[in-house]
């Protein structure tokens, strides 16, 4: 079904271990992948099954202990600290807790202004900037006059949120990691959340890979599924395939457990 | 008709911030369990649905304050009690509270056995160690639970037992009803399960009466409650069966809430997701007319004007809106075609 995309993220055989001896644990198990541009990707799993740690080397936050990346077919180069700069260009992400996301002595201001310097626009005028900065408001639903001269704590939950993706709005990478984004918030606002990142991958053309152990979710957004079991994805498909006929038993167990409203829940397998 | 576990009229209850304004968090809200049934509250953060666990104690403690209303349990008129009475008489024995994240209030140099020691004395200041530990075994057994646990330390357990283990200690009275706020919230889908099994098993087995069980997640609720209201702001704004409410939700508010359902089951991708704009009013000074009217989309100059009141809808529904159901179904119906 990809033949004719060519993957814009792709690994082979990456591992990280952490520890030496008798207290190593393989936290990622020799995972081979390949993200399509243009496609949504889901990676499943239960807590402490290697997602997050998938994800901090995806965006070149730790080295692989063995095995590589390729970033559009190319082996990737972030061996120094201004390369790794230039990676992030491309790649960026939504973390679960917005609340910690943020230096708390920046102002929402310097947030933004950050992203266009990063994206180059450090000597544009100022009225350039601030029409830029409230156009990214704008587009999660924002005002930009209220937040100017505000702290990020003084944001609610939500609105912290919506900026970080305001962010990616100013940033324009090519591929989206978005690890837990709506876990912390509430069943409403969720939605609206889903929304603007849709909207954005329209706008935008970027590649969103959703890091979640939301079942529901992934198979509402995604297009391909990777179902993550200590370390190990251990099964992988379109979300028809993966999650309406899962084929391995961890998979089954995750999507059984999962309370229905159509279908009947059983409750007896626990 | 069941007996009415517990009859709840007209009940307001607010909060005084330390500039003395009131926060009516709970604002006339009227419900009704019966024996054996259960009732689910949902909504999102900040709508009173906590608050409204803490009043139905009658255990109140500054800054929330009763205000009017009455809380009848087994009979008895609550409201207004001394707290010191409604803690010895009713908590416990009447009403069990389980409150959010329970389990990480479990003191970690007690064993767990000394917890359910306090709860008994507290109540029964002459039983013995060995009659106390042969309840907690016997109760332990019923649960499914392991009687290992009465002597381990709470950080030996894992998250889900030790919710599990929270639900058994505050049962051991067998209470008439059980107030849970939120219990499955932090676990993951595994030991979610498990906990709602249990809390199945205790009313299968008659050592509850009846139960309130308090989330935003809407999946769950339909699992496990026979009945569902929904609150915004303070009010209730829809009450009908757990069925009726999930597929066919009247209140544009409750509609938002259940366009947003995401389960993994076949045909529900094609469905489209609903979203609702804005954010809740700010119940330091609501709006007068109807306190969902910013976020609405079927807004009318009317609706801003008085309040509106809970509007019967047959068959044991209520829903809080000046427009016929039938309009609102339908709208609702259309809207959720094909994406």
């Not at chain 2, 529900?268 to 007319?289: E, F, Q, Y």
Request: glycine share 8%; net charge neutral.
């Amino acid at each position: 079904m990809n033949a004719g995309k060519k993957p814009c993220l792709s690994g082979r055989g990456v591992t990280k271990e952490f520890g030496f001896g008798r207290n190593k644990t393989v936290a990622v198990d020799g995972v081979d992948f390949d993200f399509y541009e243009g496609e949504i990707i889901s990676i499943v799993g239960e807590s402490g099954s290697g997602k997050t740690t998938l994800a901090k080397m995806l965006l070149g936050l730790i080295n692989a202990t063995e095995g590589d990346i390729f970033f559009q077919g190319k082996k990737r180069n972030i061996g120094s600290h201004r390369k790794k700069k230039e990676y992030w260009k491309s790649i960026q992400a939504i973390f679960q807790d917005p609340f910690s996301s943020y230096n708390t002595f920046n102002k929402i201001d310097s947030v933004l202004l950050d992203c266009i310097r990063m994206r180059g626009g450090g000597r544009l005028p100022r009225e350039k900037k601030i029409e830029l900065m409230t156009e990214a408001c704008s587009f999660v639903n924002l005002k930009f006059e209220e937040l100017t001269n505000k702290y990020p704590f003084e944001l609610s939950g939500g609105q912290q949120q919506r900026l970080m993706i305001a962010r990616i709005f100013l940033l324009k990478p090519q591929i989206l990691l978005a690890d837990e984004p709506t876990s912390m918030i509430d069943a409403c606002s969720r939605t609206t959340i889903l929304d603007t990142l849709m909207q954005l991958r329209d706008e935008i053309g970027m590649t969103p890979i959703f890091i979640t152990h939301d079942i529901g979710l992934a198979y509402y957004v995604s297009d391909t599924v990777y179902i993550m079991e200590r370390g190990k994805f251990v099964e992988s498909g379109t979300a028809d395939q993966v999650i309406l006929n899962p084929k391995k038993p961890y998979t089954q167990r995750l999507i059984n457990d999962v309370p229905k409203i159509y279908e009947e829940w059983d409750l007896s397998t626990v | 008709m069941g007996n009415a576990v517990l009859e709840v009229n007209e009940l307001t209850t607010k909060y005084i911030t330390r500039f003395g304004e009131n926060i009516y968090a709970v604002d006339h809200v009227s419900l009704k369990v019966e024996e054996g049934k259960s009732l689910g509250i949902a909504g999102e953060s900040g709508c009173g649905k906590s608050t409204l666990a803490l009043s139905l104690m009658g255990y109140y403690f500054p800054p929330l304050y009763y205000t009017s209303g009455q809380i009848i349990i087994d009979g008895q008129n609550i409201s207004g009690m001394d707290p010191d009475e409604v803690r010895k008489a009713i908590l416990g024995k009447e009403i069990a509270y389980i409150p959010q994240s329970a389990m990480n209030a479990l003191n970690p140099t007690q064993r767990i056995i000394n917890f359910i020691e306090d709860v008994i004395e507290a109540h029964k200041p002459y039983a013995t160690k060995k009659e106390i530990y042969d309840q907690a075994k016997s109760l332990f057994e019923v649960l499914g639970l392991p009687a290992e646990v009465l002597n381990k330390y709470p950080v030996e357990l894992s998250g889900g037992m030790k919710q599990r283990t929270v639900i058994a200690i505050s049962v051991i009275l067998s209470p008439q009803i059980l107030i849970a706020d939120e219990p499955s919230s932090a676990l993951d889908v595994t030991s979610q399960k498990m906990v709602i099994k249990m809390l199945r098993n205790l009313m299968d087995s008659g050592l509850i009466k009846s139960m309130i069980f308090i989330t935003h997640e809407l999946p769950l609720l339909y699992n496990v409650t026979d009945d569902i209201m929904v609150m915004y702001a303070g009010q209730i704004v829809e009450k009908a069966g757990a069925h009726e409410m999930v597929f066919t939700p009247i209140h544009p508010y409750s509609q938002g809430l259940m366009g947003s359902i995401m389960v993994p089951e076949s045909g529900l991708r094609d469905k489209k997701l609903t979203a609702i704009p804005g954010v809740p009013p700010n119940l330091k000074n609501p709006p007068s007319g109807c306190r969902f009217a910013e976020r609405c989309k079927y807004v009318m100059p009317e609706c801003r004007v008085t309040s509106i009141p809970l509007r019967d809808a047959g068959g044991g529904r209520a829903y809080r809106c000046i427009l016929p159901k039938e309009f609102l179904m339908e709208a609702y119906e259309r809207e959720r075609g094909e994406r």
